[in-house]
């Protein structure tokens, strides 16, 4: 039977019928075919490449500037995040690296004085601010706050939930969004929010992580870069650090090269090559994901004690309407939220769930789940649970869940539920 988002995509730009995306993450990327030669040529280790005369146009002089390895990866991200219209794609060393990357190094389009939103101005003018999702990945109003308020740049921040980052934008250079949000799971119009930017001078950065390019492009709803943690789902096997950027915009691109190879953030050509590797599985792995999340969340839904469930996917959700407009059906991706009484059922469910790992990425092929608040920086209650589903059987999944849940809630026995 075949999957419903495996259904082909609008025809090229040539008229021809375009691949469905089951087709294109086995192809993404790839060289022409070589008589006896690999179909994904491995990884290029190299810190310097034979350079003869003149080097204006070499493709590759030094590893800190470009890699074989990075350039078959980088031609397929951009490929799965835009399929429709030409794009660029430059990774990084992880998800971090390429969100510091856009949020110090973009600006905002010209002003009327000639002068743009990033910069500073003759006048000692501060660059102009960047709205952030006062609940996104805790590293960005956290961490990265801190660090761009130090080199002059003002931060506002709202929720993501309603479109608030809207009411934020006079004079800003870039809004940064996340949807669905992490670890919440709110969600928001992509489109409005990017419409509201623009006409306000404002460029537009999504974090893409959790939907993956399969799940939701932003590109395609506006937005002028989409970014992403390609540690999480879009590698899925937990052993990859690895981030992007993708824009249609050549000249932020290039900005976004300068700044990873002033930076040094580069990635290495072994990571580059196990994420190209992994894309070709990406439509099959986050497929049995969504399916499991959204079971894992029906589940929940139904257990006496386990309150606030959150996935968008799930019809009684609030983000659901509005997800199903911007996101591909059925493609909502691996994340749960849910909150247990307090901190000691949660960390008796964590304990208990033989088939989830206590682990706190997401997006992997096995099953992980978190006490978010352990870490501080999220405003959550103590029994807040971050679940992501792997690629385990569905019954077998669910059917852990319900007895770790018992156990954590009082009302079954510890028994045989010892991890191991």
Known sequence: MTHPDDTPNAPDATGAPAPADGTRVVRAGLPAPEPYEPALPGPVFAAHYHLPGDVTDAPYDYGRDANPTWTRLEAALAELESPGAPAEAVAFASGMAAITAVLMAVPGPPRPDGHQPGEHRPDGSRPGPVVLPSDGYNLVPGGLRGLLEEHGTEVRTAPTAGGAQAELLDGARLLWLESPSNPGLDVCDIRRLAD?????????????????????????????????????????????????????????????????????????????????????????????????????????????????????????????????????????????????????????????????????????????????????????????????????????????????????????????????
């Open 196 to 420: 509201a930017a623009h006409a306000a001078g404002a460029l537009v950065a999504v974090d893409n992580t959790l939907p993956t390019p399969l799940g939701q492009r932003p590109l395609e709803l506006g937005a002028d870069l989409s970014v992403a943690s390609g540690t999480k789902a879009l590698t899925g096997h937990g052993d990859v650090l690895l981030g992007y950027a993708v824009t249609r915009d050549p000249a932020l691109a290039r900005r976004l090269r300068t700044w990873r190879k002033t930076a040094g953030a580069i990635p290495g050509p072994m990571e580059a090559w196990l994420a190209h590797r992994s894309l070709a599985t990406l439509e099959l792995r986050t497929a049995r994901q969504a399916a499991n999340a959204l079971a894992v969340a029906e589940a929940l839904r139904a257990t006496p004690g386990v309150a606030d469930v959150r996935h968008p996917g799930l019809p009684s959700d609030p983000a659901h309407a509005l997800a199903t407009r911007q996101m591909r059906a059925g493609r909502y991706g691996c994340v749960v939220a849910f909150t247990l009484p307090d901190r000691a059922a949660a960390e008796r469910f964590l304990g208990a769930a033989r088939l989830v790992d206590e682990a706190t990425s997401f997006g992997g092929v096995r099953s992980t789940a978190e006490r978010r608040g352990r870490w501080g920086g999220d405003a959550v209650p103590e029994g807040f649970v971050r679940f992501s589903a792997g690629v385990e059987d569905t019954a077998d999944l669910v059917a852990d869940l319900h007895e770790a849940l018992a156990y954590a809630l009082g009302r079954g026995s510890n028994g045989s539920r010892k991890k191991g």
